[in-house]
T-cell receptor, first 111, second 112 residues
Framework: TQLLEQSPQFLSIQEGENLTVYCNSSSVFSSLQWYRQEPGEGPVLLVTVVTGGEVKKLKRLTFQFGDARKDSSLHITAAQPGDTGLYLC???????????FGKGTLLTVNP | SAVISQKPSRDICQRGTSLTIQCQVDSQVTMMFWYRQQPGQSLTLIATANQGSEATYESGFVIDKFPISRPNLTFSTLTVSNMSPEDSSIYLCSDTTGSGYTFGSGTRLTVV
């Protein structure tokens, strides 16, 4: 069974601060995805990383996939209240397209 | 990416009854998935639904409790049967086209 350890589980910060969310596993994933979910909505895909060592930027969000494709991080620069939400990492590891989700990080950015 | 319409968005049900949740996709997709999520927490996969074959259930989930239909490549239903308060949760469907996953907006179920 593939497991993804995501940390921290809760994060409350002030507007303008930086933060990093981590996702770690002992398993290798063919890709790793990051989602953001708001209350009453389903998760929305932010990015997919596929290649070991890959770095992708989405405005103030930077995503990194570890060289061994077992871990990933999400860094947010100068967080804004609109960044508030549940951030989920998910790994895809097999031919059956099933996703393994981390436990999620509930981020609150206070104005 | 595909757009999924999920309904109902929420419901309050009596224990012992059943609720069927529907997901309609705006394009044909091979694989659809059903998840359960406690508010503010992560997603747990219930089953994978493929058109033309029986759904594949994850450990801890059985067909008698969560029967799934997949009559065509754009539609699927999940039934939560003989409900108890422990079934209160958010249920989500998802699909993949191989280049990404799309989720429905979820069904918030409360069993009283």
């Amino acid at each position: 069974t593939q497991l993804l350890e995501q940390s921290p589980q809760f994060l409350s910060i002030q507007e303008g601060e930086n933060l990093t969310v981590y996702c770690n596993s002992s398993s290798v994933f063919s890709s790793l995805q990051w989602y953001r979910q708001e209350p009453g909505e389903g998760p929305v895909l932010l990015v997919t990383v596929v290649t070991g060592g890959e770095v992708k930027k989405l405005k103030r969000l930077t995503f990194q996939f570890g060289d061994a494709r077992k871990d990933s991080s999400l860094h947010i620069t100068a967080a804004q209240p609109g960044d508030t939400g549940l951030y989920l990492c998910a790994g895809e590891g097999g031919s059956n397209y099933k996703l393994t989700f981390g436990k999620g990080t509930l981020l609150t950015v206070n104005p | 990416s595909a757009v999924i319409s999920q309904k109902p968005s929420r419901d309050i049900c009596q224990r012992g009854t059943s609720l069927t949740i529907q997901c309609q996709v705006d394009s044909q997709v091979t694989m659809m998935f059903w998840y359960r999520q406690q508010p503010g927490q992560s997603l747990t996969l219930i089953a994978t639904a493929n058109q033309g074959s029986e759904a594949t259930y994850e450990s801890g989930f059985v067909i008698d409790k969560f029967p799934i239909s997949r009559p065509n490549l754009t539609f699927s239903t999940l039934t939560v049967s003989n409900m108890s308060p422990e079934d209160s949760s958010i249920y989500l469907c998802s699909d993949t086209t191989g280049s990404g996953y799309t989720f429905g907006s979820g069904t918030r179920l409360t069993v009283v």
